[in-house]
């Protein structure tokens, strides 16, 4: 079993739409982490939240940790084609520290 | 961030055969990992390789299959041996950058090395 599961797995929406996708655990993790990761690249760090209930901004995406550390989203809006790709979200558990683990990402598609 | 490179980008390899990935980082870090993804899905952590002491495998990985060097802290290699189809993955190094005065660590990736055994 994994111990950050993503949902959607897959998403395929028409430019400028919204779009959520979530990570949800049964873990309290000191810090979470998302990732882009395009094909044949490395998955590339774009936010960590570390504080209960924390919102962080990055343009157009907005990440949220939820108040009990288990669980985060990621909203993207008005998604553009080049938002395209494998996001990933991964956990640094409070008993594991130094140790992440990867939920099962979730691949988004923006049509133009 | 760290500035990280792999070699080779991609192999195709014979069964049987063994194929050594080498991970090269910019600057010195603690702890390397190593991890294992199938095209389009999550990674899967292989085992953390620190300078000076054995690497530590996780659960259904073991140092025959996949061993590891951590000869300073600036590289590592591991080893894929005895390949089988199996085996045929996008093998990625990563390190931790610890935010200073920070609580958390963070991982930053290479480019990974993408593995076709026949």
Not at chain 1, 58 to 74: H, I, M, V, W, Y
Not at chain 2, 34 to 60: D, F, H, K
Not at chain 2, 83 to 105: F, K, W
Request: aromatic content about 10%; charged content about 15%.
């Amino acid at each position: 079993t994994q111990l950050l599961e993503q949902s959607p797995q897959f998403l395929s929406i028409q430019e400028g739409e919204n779009l959520t996708v979530y990570c949800n655990s049964s873990s309290v993790f000191s810090s979470l982490q998302w990732y882009r990761q395009e094909p044949g690249e490395g998955p590339v760090l774009l936010v960590t939240v570390v504080t209960g209930g924390e919102v962080k901004k990055l343009k157009r995406l907005t990440f949220q940790f939820g108040d009990a550390r288990k669980d985060s989203s990621l909203h993207i809006t008005a998604a553009q084609p080049g938002d395209t790709g494998l996001y990933l979200c991964a956990g640094e558990p409070l008993v594991n520290f130094n140790k992440f683990y990867f939920g099962s990402g979730t691949k988004l598609n923006v049509k133009p | 961030s760290a500035v990280i490179s792999q070699k080779p980008s991609r192999d195709i390899c014979q069964r049987g055969t063994s194929l050594t990935i080498q991970c090269q980082v910019d600057s010195q870090v603690t702890m390397m990992f190593w991890y294992r993804q199938q095209p389009g899905q999550s990674l899967t952590l292989i085992a953390t390789a620190n300078q000076g002491s054995e690497a530590t495998y996780e659960s259904g990985f073991v140092i025959d299959k996949f061993p590891i060097s951590r000869p300073n802290l600036t590289f590592s290699t591991l080893t894929v041996s005895n390949m089988s189809p199996e085996d045929s993955s996008i093998y990625l190094c990563s390190v931790e950058g610890g935010v200073r005065q920070a609580s958390y660590n963070e991982q930053f990736f290479g480019p990974g090395t993408r593995l076709t055994v026949l």
